[in-house]
């Protein structure tokens, strides 16, 4: 079946705009999870939704990030007045409800580069 | 603390020579490491996993062994080939405030030279 899938693949815009990446997690997956990916390192821990729960938010960098999963599907992952720091891959990854032993699956990727 | 640590960051094997690569664990009570490779510019991809019943598992030249009184886990490729060249990052569950939470190592990147 389809795998998880992120949009754009690729994004870029200037310091001080908002962007907005999305998730489509493989459908039936109740957990999802937002990772940043800096050039050559490793994976950053951001965001983690689990069904109808209070999302797990404690890898957020700052308060100029923030996600949503509507209908406990789609998410959307915000980041307002970005900053050059922020340029970086931001992987999405779902998986079944089973428990967080079990395998995660992660998306393409969104490419975000801040001029 | 409640990290995993990769070892080493950057390996460099021979083709058809062995590779091996090893995280350790900071919580006895971890039960579920998975294994990713990441091709450059990919997303990282299962290549396989191990529980804590287990010891070693293995699946045709990967194989991954689990020695929990140490609290170490260790990826071993044979018969290394160009296209296993990317990087690898081991993962673990860890109880973080009362949540279990999968923390990543910090990868290693490995490079098969023909």
């Known amino acids: 079946g389809a795998g998880v899938s992120q949009s754009p693949s690729n994004k870029v815009t200037e310091k001080g705009k908002d962007v907005e990446l999305r998730c489509d997690p493989i459908?039936?997956?109740?957990?999802l999870y937002w990772y940043r990916q800096s050039l050559g390192q490793g994976l950053e821990f951001l965001i983690y939704?689990?069904?109808?729960?209070?999302?797990?938010k404690s890898g957020l960098p700052s308060d100029r990030f923030s996600a949503e999963r509507t209908g406990g599907s789609v998410s959307t992952l915000t980041i307002q007045r970005t900053q050059q720091e922020d340029s970086a891959v931001y992987l999405c990854?779902?998986?079944?409800?089973?428990?967080?032993?079990?395998?995660?699956?992660f998306g393409d990727g969104t490419r975000l580069s801040i001029l | 603390g409640e990290n995993v640590e990769q070892h080493p960051s950057t390996l460099s094997v021979q083709e058809g020579d062995s590779a091996v690569i090893k995280c350790t664990y900071s919580?006895?009570?971890?039960?579920?490491f998975p294994w990713y490779k990441q091709e450059l510019g990919k997303r990282p991809q299962l290549i396989i996993d191990?529980?804590?019943?287990?010891g070693e598992k293995k699946d045709q030249r990967i194989a991954v062994t689990l020695n929990k009184t140490a609290k170490h886990f260790s990826l071993h490729i044979t018969e290394t080939q160009p296209e296993d060249s990317a990087v690898y990052f081991c993962?673990?569950?860890?109880?973080?405030?009362?949540?279990?939470?999968?923390?990543f190592g910090q990868g290693t990147r490995l490079t098969i030279n023909p």
């Open positions: 990854a779902s998986r079944t409800g089973g428990g967080s032993n079990q395998p995660q699956h």
């Open positions: 459908s039936g997956h109740t957990a």
């Open positions: 939704f689990q069904g109808n729960s209070a999302p797990d």
């Open positions: 919580d006895s009570a971890s039960n579920y």
């Open positions: 191990i529980r804590s019943n287990v």
């Open positions: 993962a673990a569950i860890i109880i973080i405030q009362g949540a279990q939470k999968l923390v």
